[in-house]
């Protein structure tokens, strides 16, 4: 099985950074995404590691390290509407079947 | 292109009756899955689809069905409604690659009662 662990909830300022940490247990690795969802809607793709490293895409970052079992996701220059959950989820083996975490409730405030 | 469309938006039943969730993308995505999501347990996979005629299941398989007839529409079939499939359904499709993001439907809030 996979387990894969994410704190419930953080907050953080806006124009600050916060860091969210997701770790891993699985066999067959091949490849972590984060997903951002915002209530009520459906998830949308932020991000994808597979290599070990640092993927930069504007305001967001993630990061891997595939010997750790262990990612984050870095949000900068926070906005209030980035307020929403972060999954992350990952992929065993081929095809599109993605294990998600419980998700992260990021709160911005002033 | 209008992405991934799931019908209807709400839904509810009462137990023991069926229906049928509807999905259709029209991205020519090989790959079609639907998930549940539910409140403290993230979405898990109920069953998934890599190509038009080929279906198998996911973490959450029973008390569901799918078909995929075309590449266009994987139908998520309930056969007798208990409450504990009360949660929001999604549907996915993406395509065959390394990098298969997954774009998913606007969801279905199903309530069984």
């Known amino acids: 099985g996979q387990n894969i662990d994410q704190p419930t909830e953080m907050t953080a300022t806006e124009g600050a950074i916060v860091q969210i940490n997701c770790t891993y247990q699985t066999s067959g690795f091949n490849g972590l995404f984060w997903y951002q969802q915002h209530a009520g809607e459906a998830p949308t793709f932020l991000s994808y590691n597979v290599l070990d490293g640092l993927e930069e895409k504007g305001r967001f970052s993630s990061f891997l390290s595939r010997s750790k079992g262990y990612s984050y996701l870095l949000l900068k220059e926070l906005q209030m509407k980035d307020s929403a959950s972060y999954l992350c989820a990952v992929r065993k083996g081929g095809g599109n079947k993605l294990t998600f975490g419980t998700g992260t409730q990021l709160k911005v405030e002033l | 292109n209008a992405g991934v469309t799931q019908t209807p938006k709400f839904q509810v039943l009462k137990t023991g009756q069926s229906m049928t969730l509807q999905c259709a993308q029209d991205m020519n995505h090989e790959y079609m899955s639907w998930y549940r999501q539910d409140p403290g347990m993230g979405l898990r996979l109920i069953h998934y689809?890599?190509?038009?005629?080929?279906?198998d299941q996911g973490e959450v398989p029973n008390g569901y069905n799918v078909s995929r007839s075309t590449t266009e529409d994987f139908p998520l079939r309930l056969l007798s409604a208990a409450p504990s499939q009360t949660s929001v359904y999604f549907c996915?499709?993406?395509?065959?690659?390394?990098?298969?993001?997954?774009?998913f439907g606007s969801g279905t809030q199903l309530s069984v009662l």
């Open positions: 996915a499709s993406s395509t065959r690659g390394l990098n298969e993001k997954l774009f």
């Open positions: 689809s890599v190509g038009a005629g080929i279906t």
